[in-house]
């Protein structure tokens, strides 16, 4: 079987007859990848830990016709650890994987900016200076943004008009001037509209001046936009405590 190598983060494992699991892989590479990892439930396993969901691993994979094989892992970032401990942590994480996976649908089609942006997501989400949810709005508008979903929070999103505008709708791409508004828009404060072109940008000052009010809103018209655009919900997304 030919080999190849690749980096990744572990998005979700599943159980695979008795001693094996099959892993879910976001590779710089491959884009996302569904490996079997054999014997990877005994105690003895030549890959420990390596395989969890959130880890950063270096891989070889034996090439299969439908499903590849982990021949090899070794860990590059152990995010799992310092995220696992923290619930707000965990739950923030646990909803960007899900993402990752679900925006990257085409499996083995490279989508190095999408696998860019998990990684230093991941990373931000273990050095602790920001707060999870934080990292979470920025990670989830920046990745619909990369997936070509990018959305406005300044001009209009249908006419182009200079903003501030007020109504926003997430089935229009963000926000909309008063000769283009359409029913079903919600009317976010204007603080909250700035923090949201903040998070997209990564404007970091910004966001650490936003309120608890604003970043409430923030949050549910982030939450609509990826629901309206992943067309689902998501199942880790209810459990993040805002
Ligand atoms: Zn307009």
Redesign the pocket.
């Known amino acids: 079987m030919p080999l190849s190598s690749d980096e990744a983060i572990v998005l979700r494992t599943r159980k695979l007859a008795e001693a094996d699991r099959i892993i879910t892989l976001l590779t710089r590479q491959h884009g996302v990848v569904r490996a079997v990892a054999r014997g990877v439930r005994r105690t003895s396993s030549k890959f420990g830990s390596r395989l969890e969901p959130f880890t950063h691993v270096d891989l070889q994979l034996a090439v299969g016709r439908n499903l590849d094989t982990v021949t090899q892992a070794v860990t590059r970032d152990p995010f799992g650890a310092a995220i696992s401990a923290d619930y707000d942590r965990y739950t923030a994480a646990s909803v960007m994987l899900e993402t990752s996976e679900h925006l990257v649908a085409e499996e083995r089609e490279p989508s190095v900016q999408q696998y860019l942006l998990l990684v230093g997501g991941l990373r931000a989400m273990t050095a602790g200076e920001r707060r999870p949810g934080d990292v979470l709005d920025s990670f989830l508008l920046r990745s619909l943004a990369v997936a070509g979903y990018a959305p406005s929070f300044d001009?209009?999103?249908?006419?182009?008009?200079e903003g501030p505008?007020r109504a926003f709708n997430p089935a229009h791409g963000g926000m909309?001037?008063?000769?283009?508004?359409l029913p079903g828009s919600a009317h976010p404060a204007p603080e909250t509209v700035t923090l949201l072109g903040a998070l997209l940008a990564g404007d970091w000052p910004l966001v650490e001046t936003a309120d608890v009010r604003s970043r409430k809103e923030a949050a549910g018209l982030v939450s609509a936009y990826l629901s309206w655009h992943l067309e689902r919900g998501l199942r880790s997304l209810p459990y993040v405590t805002r």
């Open positions: 001009a209009c999103a249908r006419c182009g008009l505008h909309l001037c008063p000769g283009c508004r």
